[in-house]
């Protein structure tokens, strides 16, 4: 006999950790409307908007600005395998795991990955980028810029800079930052950039946005292929052939183009998520939604120290939206994430590679940028704490905190 299983009925949790955030009622109530044909005028006129927001969030006039249909990496390997033909040397920056992530995707596109390490937690240089530039005359440089696992920021304009200087593309992944920290993508001379919804953006995993510049385009078209059973005759590029039929953005932006070659069925509910997501950051507005996150992380800071905690990383280079804390002595990394979430139904995470069980990941991103979530969380956060044995003034944490807010 089959086996029988309820309703799924997830519990009501704060995720306060490095992603997925919680959901904006507005996106979810978006998500809940009817799913109509993926060439319907109403559904094509969607897209259109879609693709009009998205270039105010990411503060680009790029024309190409569009999605792909997965979580944040689907993005990131559309980007990667477009660009990156076999052989060419790639210059990539790596401040934690994400970077050594786009070395693995570089080397299974054929290419060579050209990396510049710092210790986690410490950001590169722009002079050794572009030493690693004329050193290994690259096509592309791939870097992050906010790497989670470390809760740093990469600072990019410098290197955007370099890199249109020595006419080699730039590629970003924001998929951490976009809607919550500065991002310029015209201004910071960035070619492609990627993100996802999950973040600061206050959408579920399932969307990714990117942009392409113009100079990008004219590298993907090179390389243009298309499928035998959707070719309308139109000129092929005369590079090799892009390494994913489905990642394949030659292809992609044809599908979002006014010709609509049928390349795939557009996720219709995610599409409408991700146009709610948009629309909701340009209300705020960009440069708003910026400074609610940075007062965010700046009061989860202050709680944290005056609780007699030790803040992870640089402060000129922390992000704004994950903040990183050394676990005490004596104190079971594990146990308190789980009292935080039996007790308390707050969700805080660990990290990867050498920081594995040695932080704590403590988020306040989207709709969870807010005050009073950040002192629920430090509130509970100090009780678990303290019943834990550590040692620390009850109620500094979430004075510091509003007071930090609250500072001009």
Not at 7 to 13: A, L, N, V, Y
Not at 318 to 347: C, H, Q, S, Y
Request: proline residues 5%; contains cysteine.
């Amino acid at each position: 006999m089959s086996p029988t299983y309820s309703q799924i009925d997830p519990p009501s949790r704060l995720l306060m950790g490095a992603g997925p955030a919680n959901v904006h009622p507005r996106i979810l109530r978006a998500m809940a409307t009817d799913v109509i044909g993926q060439m319907d005028p109403e559904m094509t006129a969607y897209m259109d908007e879609t693709m009009a927001l998205y270039r105010e969030v990411f503060q680009t006039k790029n024309h190409w600005t569009l999605l792909v249909n997965g979580s944040a990496r689907s993005a990131i390997e559309a980007a990667l395998v477009s660009l990156v033909s076999p052989g060419m040397k790639v210059v990539i920056p790596r401040i934690g795991r994400f970077g050594l992530l786009l070395t693995e995707i570089v080397h299974r596109c054929g290419g060579i990955p050209c990396t510049i390490d710092v210790e986690w937690g410490q950001v590169v240089d722009p002079a050794a980028v572009e030493a690693a530039i004329i050193e290994h005359k690259p096509g592309l440089v791939a870097a992050v810029h906010g790497d989670t696992s470390t809760t740093t920021a990469q600072p990019l304009a410098e290197i955007g800079a370099i890199c249109r200087r020595h006419n080699v593309l730039f590629y970003v992944d924001a998929t951490a930052t976009l809607g919550g920290m500065e991002f310029k993508t015209d201004a910071w001379n960035i070619d492609v950039a990627t993100a996802g919804l999950q973040k600061c953006l206050g959408g579920p995993p399932g969307s990714a946005p990117i942009t392409l510049s113009d100079r990008a385009v004219e590298a993907i078209l090179r390389r243009r292929h298309d499928e035998a059973g959707i070719a309308t005759g139109q000129p092929q590029g005369d590079g090799p052939v892009i390494q994913s039929n489905y990642f394949d953005l030659a292809m992609l932006m044809n599908y979002w183009s006014p010709a609509r070659m049928n390349h795939h069925t557009e996720a219709t509910s995610m599409l409408y998520a991700s146009r709610e997501a948009a629309r909701i950051v340009v209300e705020e507005g960009v440069d708003a939604r910026v400074e609610r996150h940075t007062r965010a992380g700046r009061a989860m800071v202050a709680g944290l120290r005056a609780m007699g905690l030790r803040v992870y990383g640089d402060d000129a280079t922390r992000m704004a939206n994950v903040t990183g804390v050394w676990v005490p002595d004596g104190v079971d990394n594990a146990r308190v994430r789980e009292l935080m979430r039996k007790d308390f139904e707050i969700e805080i995470v660990s990290s990867f590679g050498p920081l594995t069980g040695k932080i704590w990941r403590i988020g306040a991103m989207g709709v969870n940028a807010q005050k009073h979530k950040v002192l629920l969380t430090l509130a509970a956060f100090e009780a678990v704490l303290a019943g834990e044995g550590f040692n620390l003034p009850r109620g500094a944490g979430v004075d510091a905190a509003r007071a930090a807010w609250d500072a001009a």
